[in-house]
């Protein structure tokens, strides 16, 4: 059974920095694109940031220049390093692992983690 498990979330001050993880249980992870997302309350589910298998990355534009994604093809890991924080980023974040280029149903989703950004 596949699982993707996101951690890192937490409260942090305006201006501050934030790096997430997220580990999926896949086979071939790097045939997998994987991606942040992210919901405030009453708000729909927006992209963060998704990086390709090879490394090619796509951001959000309300993250663009502050936010990082990357990922260890070895250790099943992505990453999401968060600077630069503002309010508006708070939300519950959560990763992606689509692999449906390869396998049609191969689209799984984490829990997610909650990024507060708050004095």
């Known amino acids: 059974q596949v699982q993707v498990v996101e951690s890192g979330g937490g409260l942090v001050q305006p201006g501050g920095s934030l790096r997430l993880s997220c580990a999926a249980s896949?086979?071939?992870?790097?045939?997998?694109?994987m991606g942040w997302y992210r919901q405030a309350p009453e708000k729909e589910r927006e992209l963060v940031a998704t990086?390709?298998?090879?490394?090619?990355?796509n951001y959000g534009d309300s993250v663009k220049g502050r936010f990082t994604i990357s990922r260890d093809n070895a250790k099943n890991m992505v990453y999401l390093q968060m600077n630069s924080l503002k309010p508006e980023d708070t939300a519950l974040y959560y990763c992606?692992?689509?692999?449906?280029?390869?396998?049609?149903?191969?689209?799984?989703w984490g829990r997610g983690t909650q990024v507060t950004v708050s004095s």
């Open positions: 896949v086979r071939l992870f790097n045939i997998y694109s």
């Open positions: 992606n692992a689509d692999g449906r280029r390869v396998y049609r149903n191969a689209n799984y």
């Open positions: 990086i390709t298998g090879g490394g090619s990355t």
